[in-house]
Every structure is written in structure tokens, then in C-alpha cells.
């Protein structure tokens, strides 16, 4: 199966400063471009446990004795390393968001380029689909999908024009549903806006930020003191988690000051924000929104 190439891979690699004889995790396996570069790094003693929910990924495993490909939600990750036997790691890579392989695949649902059923399931055992979401979620929980997972200032009126619509008929393909939705896509906005509406069903579907926030919350326990976690994000949502999550080790408020005033926090940040060059994304289009940020454990 073609895999185009991994984002920032030189980057986000290097950003787990990886030792030879160390024990490292990529959550978001996909095509294997990153796992294979950290196998590349690894000595003999040196392990990779590799996560993706998507059976597709399968057929891209690593035949190598150090590597183990695990077909499950990376929201599990504690318990299936601990099944493993790992309680500690070195470092875990993450590259949010979908797959370029999910993209090209017209069938999946997930790219505004091919008329298909409404599915976008990242884990094709999943119940929920985008077809449920648009033809059985009331008006207000689809405005709520809209607006806080698309970020669309109108997406109340859409949420209304989609109820009615299916009143008539089911919205069963993106066809369908870019014409329901027709008034709201402007020529030269149009592009733009139906990326924001499949944003928002997709991550509705696979829970996105609920898994974003599960996985984050079990990286501070099972990285070792000088652990590196190296997360690569795809839109603001997901980046605002993890830069306030490797900033203060929580997603809202403010971490504890210890006796002398100072600030408690799990993590320290590793360089700034890295962005793609110019270069990449001429060469890898899908690069063109990504954000790395790198953070050491205490």
C-alpha cells in the first residue's frame, strides 16, 4: 500500500532524542514513515510499540524483532503496554489527525475531493458514523459539532438547513451533503468551509479531542525523568491542548505553586513551535497545517 511521505520526519524524530537501547512508542502508526525511522535509530536492545485503531495499517507492519504494531485507539495506550510488559518508556511520538493513505481512500468519506458515504470512521468497528451524526443528532447537537470542532461562526443555520433537509430524504453520501449545504460554500470560500464541516464530523465521530486529552494524561506517568514527547497537530483545537498540556501538565487553569511561588508542571518545552519548510510542502501538501511541538519530562 503507497503511504506518502511522513510529516516533519526528520523533526519529530529527532525531537525524541532517541537512545540506542531505549523504549519508544508511535501512536499514530499509519504508513510506518516515522516507525521506521525510530527502528533505523534503535540498537539491538531497543524496542518500538507502535499504535493504530485502522486495520489498513496492518499491512504496512515492521518485520523486525524490536517493533510490535498494536491494533488499538491510542487512548489505550497504558493498558495494552502494560499487557506488554512496559510500564516506562523514553519517548512517544504522535502525527494527529488523518492518515494520507485515509484521505486517498475515496470510500472512507474523509476527503472533500470524492463523492462517498458518509463514513469517516477511523476505526472501522465503530458504530458511529458521520451518516448518524448528520441524519440522527438533533439541531442543537449538531450546532455544537459545527461550532466547537469546526470553528463555524454559522453553524447553527447549517445544523438547521441539514434538519430540515433530511425531514424529505436521508443524507446519505458528501455529495449529498455539500448540495443541503450549497448556500454556505461561496466559490471562493468553498474549499475552506466544507474542510471545516468534515473537521468537525470527524472528530465528532472518532471522539478526536476526548482521545487527545485520554492519551495525554497517561504520558506523564509512563514517560521515564528525561522522557521526550514529540506531538505533531493538525488544526488549533488539538495544537491548543497540547501546547497548555506541555506548558502546565493541564488543559485549563493554572498548575500549583510550590513554597517558594514557583509553578509545578510535569514537563519542560524542548525548542519552539516547528513548522514544515517551504520545501515540504511543495513536496507533501498534507504538511501545509502541521505544528510539531517537542517536551521533555522533568
Known amino acids: 500500500m503507497e503511504y506518502h511521505n511522513p510529516v516533519l520526519l526528520k523533526e519529530t524524530v529527532d525531537g525524541l532524542n532517541i537512545k540506542p537501547d531505549g523504549i519508544y512508542v508511535d501512536v ?4 510506518g514513515g516515522h516507525s521506521r525511522e525510530i527502528v533505523n535509530r534503535l540498537g539491538e536492545h531497543g524496542r518500538l510499540y507502535a499504535f493504530d485503531q485502522d486495520e489498513d495499517a496492518l499491512r504496512n507492519v515492521i518485520d523486525d524483532k524490536r517493533f510490535v504494531l498494536i491494533n488499538e485507539n491510542f487512548r489505550f495506550i497504558k493498558r495494552f503496554l502494560r499487557f506488554h510488559n512496559v510500564k516506562k518508556v523514553d519517548g512517544i511520538l504522535g502525527d494527529f489527525g488523518v492518515s494520507s493513505h485515509q484521505f486517498d481512500e475515496a470510500e472512507r468519506g474523509f476527503s472533500t ?11 472501522q468497528k465503530d458504530t458511529l458514523s ?123 487553569g493554572e498548575p500549583e505553586r510550590d513554597f517558594f511561588g514557583n509553578y509545578e508542571v510535569p514537563f519542560k518545552t524542548i ?26 519530562k522533568r
Open 113 to 123: 475531493r470524492f463523492d462517498a458515504t458518509l463514513d469517516m470512521r477511523m476505526n
Open 130 to 252: 458521520a451518516y448518524e451524526v448528520v441524519n440522527e443528532y438533533e439541531e442543537k447537537e449538531l450546532k455544537r459539532v459545527f461550532v466547537e470542532f469546526g470553528e463555524l461562526k454559522n453553524g447553527g443555520a447549517m445544523a438547521n438547513v441539514i434538519v430540515n433537509s433530511r425531514k424529505e430524504k436521508p443524507i446519505k453520501n458528501t455529495e449529498q451533503l455539500k448540495q443541503v449545504l450549497a448556500k454556505f460554500l461561496p466559490a471562493h470560500k468553498s474549499n475552506k468551509i466544507l474542510a471545516q464541516i468534515y473537521q468537525a464530523i470527524r472528530i465528532e465521530v472518532n471522539q478526536e479531542i476526548e482521545v487527545l486529552k485520554e492519551f495525554l494524561e497517561q504520558t506523564e506517568d509512563l514517560l521515564v525523568s528525561g522522557g521526550r514527547l514529540s506531538l505533531i497537530s493538525y488544526h488549533s483545537l488539538e495544537d491548543r491542548l497540547v501546547k497548555r498540556f506541555m506548558r502546565n501538565g493541564l488543559f485549563e
Open 28 to 31: 499514530t502508526f499509519g504508513g
Open 271 to 296: 525548542e519552539k513551535l516547528i513548522v514544515p519548510t517551504v520545501e515540504e510542502i511543495e513536496r507533501n501538501n498534507r504538511a501545509r497545517s502541521a505544528k510539531l511541538r517537542v517536551a521533555e
